[in-house]
């Protein structure tokens, strides 16, 4: 092992948080930041590869160097294997571009330090709105914000509107405004003239010449380190070297299933199952991975005429209640390389599910991919809302037959998952994993900044939310939040 190196910040993970924190930190260039990426990096916004930066491409098909995998029981006899962005700029750089704001209800069950007009300059200041401007949003934020016009959208999208607007559904032209009432309406996207912005390309490739700021690529992290009971580094490998590295603090966003992992890899977590690992506790905190939530979703899959490539996978979404009704513009195979031919399809995600997850450790190799457990359709809410979900389409969508019946569980035949899990090491009260400013309990110095520290998931995509917290994060750990 090399001899340590200081900083006085460690941040761990280079996604669509990671990203933001470590530019935002880095801003104070008496205050030295190292950011760890596990993937790949790009020193400026001239290496990033095309297949990152084109949101007709979703680059996370089986020979894409830019995803990490694991496999998940969505159910105890339904198994995927999931992918999530290993890259600067996480699955923000990788994904079709969904950048909706959480609800200002969905902030009822966070702490009340974070009320929606808390967070509200938060979302504002990131993000510059082509469409709409006033006091709901930000015209100077790294982040373009920009919707598909009505005249350039998809065959499917246009019969999907058509469809929606005949079955009585309101227009709701800005889901982002806070007086967004549901009904059908585009999705705001971080795209702009087909190029899909994630955070590093946003922030920290902008910051990359401070001196201050120093990011290793290709460096895992295997551990935090402690004295007492204070972070004070993080132990990473990097080739075939492995490192320590010593820091004031550190903060954790490597993701809502590599962060609760690394935790436990490091001693804290359920302290019963770390010992079964063979880790050595050094803080019980019993949940650590566990009650996650994520937005399950089925789908039904059609067949049009006209299967061409639209400009991002998914343009508009009708809201019905907990429900997010998705129509997604094109066939994945035309956007995922490496897909076998498909068909487009309509999506129905549970926004307000009641199951709830859990991530155990398999080994306590760092390199070893966590078990990852969903328990979807485990309670009869839930299929009731996705069984309407599903009828409601067939009402919708009833002169476009679908391709084909399932066979058995109508449900458990088209399920999926939407890729948004959070809460795998929530804020919330004295029992949580976290404090209301996103410190893990029981341990100073030590943060976590990505969707594992939302209490629940939000009820539209976590991806504009995780950058508003990051962003507030970034002031709690400086201590300039007003």
Same mark, same amino acid.
């Given at each position: 092992?090399? /001899?340590?190196?200081?900083?006085?910040? +460690?941040?761990?993970?280079?996604?669509?948080?990671?990203?933001?924190?470590? =530019?935002?930190?880095?801003?104070?260039?008496?205050?030295?930041?190292?950011?760890?990426?596990?993937?790949?990096?790009?020193?400026?916004?001239?290496?990033?590869?095309?297949?990152?930066?084109?949101?007709?491409?979703?680059?996370?098909?089986?020979?894409? /160097?830019?995803?990490?995998?694991?496999? /998940?029981?969505?159910?105890?006899?339904?198994?995927?294997?999931? /992918?999530?962005?290993?890259?600067?700029?996480?699955?923000?750089?990788?994904?079709?571009?969904?950048?909706?704001?959480?609800?200002?209800?969905?902030?009822?069950?966070?702490?009340?330090?974070?009320?929606?007009?808390?967070?509200?300059?938060?979302?504002?200041?990131?993000?510059?709105?082509?469409? %709409?401007?006033?006091? %709901?949003?930000?015209?100077?934020?790294?982040?373009?914000?920009?919707?598909?016009?009505?005249?350039?959208?998809?065959?499917?999208?246009?019969?999907?509107?058509?469809?929606?607007? @005949?079955?009585? %559904?309101?227009?709701?032209?800005?889901?982002?405004?806070?007086?967004?009432?549901?009904?059908?309406?585009?999705?705001?996207?971080?795209?702009? @003239?087909?190029? @899909?912005?994630?955070?590093?390309?946003?922030?920290?490739?902008?910051?990359?010449?401070?001196?201050?700021?120093?990011?290793?690529?290709?460096?895992?992290?295997?551990?935090?380190?402690?004295?007492?009971?204070?972070?004070?580094?993080?132990?990473?490998?990097?080739?075939?070297?492995?490192?320590?590295?010593?820091?004031?603090?550190?903060?954790?966003?490597?993701?809502?299933?590599?962060?609760?992992?690394?935790?436990?890899?490091?001693? +804290?977590?359920? =302290?019963?199952?770390?010992?079964?690992?063979?880790?050595?506790?050094?803080?019980?905190?019993?949940?650590?991975?566990?009650? %996650?939530?994520?937005?399950?979703?089925?789908?039904?899959?059609?067949?049009?005429?006209?299967?061409?490539?639209?400009?991002?996978?998914?343009?508009?979404?009708?809201?019905?209640?907990?429900?997010?009704?998705?129509?997604?513009?094109?066939?994945?195979? @035309?956007?995922?390389?490496?897909? =076998?031919?498909?068909?487009?399809?309509?999506?129905?995600?549970?926004?307000?599910?009641?199951?709830?997850?859990?991530?155990?450790?398999?080994?306590?190799?760092?390199?070893?991919?966590?078990?990852?457990?969903?328990?979807?359709?485990?309670?009869?809410?839930?299929?009731?809302?996705?069984?309407?979900?599903?009828?409601?389409?067939?009402?919708?969508?009833?002169?476009?037959?679908?391709?084909?019946?399932?066979?058995?569980?109508?449900?458990?035949?088209?399920?999926?998952?939407?890729?948004?899990?959070?809460?795998?090491?929530?804020?919330?009260?004295?029992?949580?994993?976290?404090?209301?400013?996103?410190?893990?309990?029981?341990?100073?110095?030590?943060?976590?900044?990505?969707?594992?520290?939302?209490?629940?998931?939000?009820?539209?995509?976590?991806?504009?939310? =995780?950058?508003?917290?990051?962003?507030?994060?970034?002031?709690?750990?400086?201590?300039?939040?007003?």
């Amino acid at each position: 092992m090399s /001899a340590a190196r200081a900083v006085d910040v +460690i941040v761990v993970g280079g996604g669509s948080c990671g990203s933001v924190v470590a =530019a935002r930190l880095s801003e104070d260039p008496s205050c030295s930041v190292m950011l760890l990426e596990a993937g790949s990096g790009f020193g400026s916004l001239g290496d990033v590869p095309q297949d990152i930066l084109d949101a007709r491409i979703l680059p996370i098909g089986p020979q894409s /160097a830019w995803v990490d995998t694991y496999r /998940a029981e969505l159910t105890p006899s339904l198994t995927r294997t999931v /992918a999530r962005g290993r890259v600067l700029g996480g699955s923000g750089a990788v994904n079709g571009g969904y950048f909706i704001r959480a609800r200002p209800s969905d902030f009822d069950a966070w702490p009340t330090s974070w009320s929606f007009d808390d967070v509200l300059p938060y979302y504002c200041k990131l993000e510059n709105d082509m469409d %709409f401007s006033g006091s %709901f949003h930000g015209d100077a934020g790294p982040m373009p914000v920009s919707r598909v016009t009505e005249d350039s959208m998809s065959p499917l999208t246009e019969m999907f509107v058509d469809a929606a607007r @005949r079955a009585g %559904f309101a227009d709701d032209p800005d889901k982002n405004s806070p007086r967004s009432a549901g009904g059908i309406g585009p999705v705001p996207r971080n795209i702009f @003239r087909g190029v @899909r912005t994630n955070a590093a390309v946003a922030y920290l490739l902008p910051a990359s010449s401070r001196a201050n700021l120093t990011v290793l690529d290709g460096a895992r992290a295997l551990a935090v380190t402690f004295d007492g009971m204070r972070a004070n580094g993080v132990t990473l490998a990097r080739g075939q070297s492995v490192e320590h590295l010593r820091a004031d603090r550190v903060i954790l966003c490597a993701g809502s299933v590599r962060t609760p992992q690394l935790l436990m890899l490091s001693g +804290i977590g359920p =302290a019963r199952h770390m010992v079964e690992k063979g880790i050595s506790v050094k803080l019980d905190h019993p949940r650590v991975g566990r009650g %996650f939530s994520d937005h399950p979703e089925v789908g039904v899959y059609y067949e049009l005429s006209d299967p061409s490539v639209s400009r991002s996978p998914i343009e508009v979404v009708l809201h019905v209640d907990d429900l997010e009704i998705r129509p997604y513009s094109v066939p994945f195979d @035309r956007m995922i390389p490496g897909l =076998a031919i498909g068909d487009p399809m309509i999506g129905v995600g549970l926004m307000r599910p009641q199951s709830r997850g859990d991530i155990t450790l398999r080994t306590d190799d760092p390199a070893d991919t966590p078990l990852v457990r969903y328990r979807y359709l485990e309670t009869e809410s839930d299929r009731s809302a996705l069984s309407a979900g599903l009828g409601m389409i067939g009402d919708m969508m009833g002169g476009v037959a679908p391709l084909a019946t399932v066979v058995g569980d109508p449900l458990l035949g088209r399920l999926g998952t939407s890729l948004h899990l959070s809460g795998s090491c929530a804020m919330g009260d004295d029992g949580s994993v976290l404090d209301d400013s996103c410190r893990v309990r029981g341990i100073d110095g030590l943060y976590v900044l990505d969707t594992s520290a939302f209490p629940v998931v939000p009820t539209r995509g976590p991806h504009a939310t =995780a950058i508003m917290l990051a962003e507030r994060g970034a002031d709690l750990v400086r201590g300039t939040v007003a």
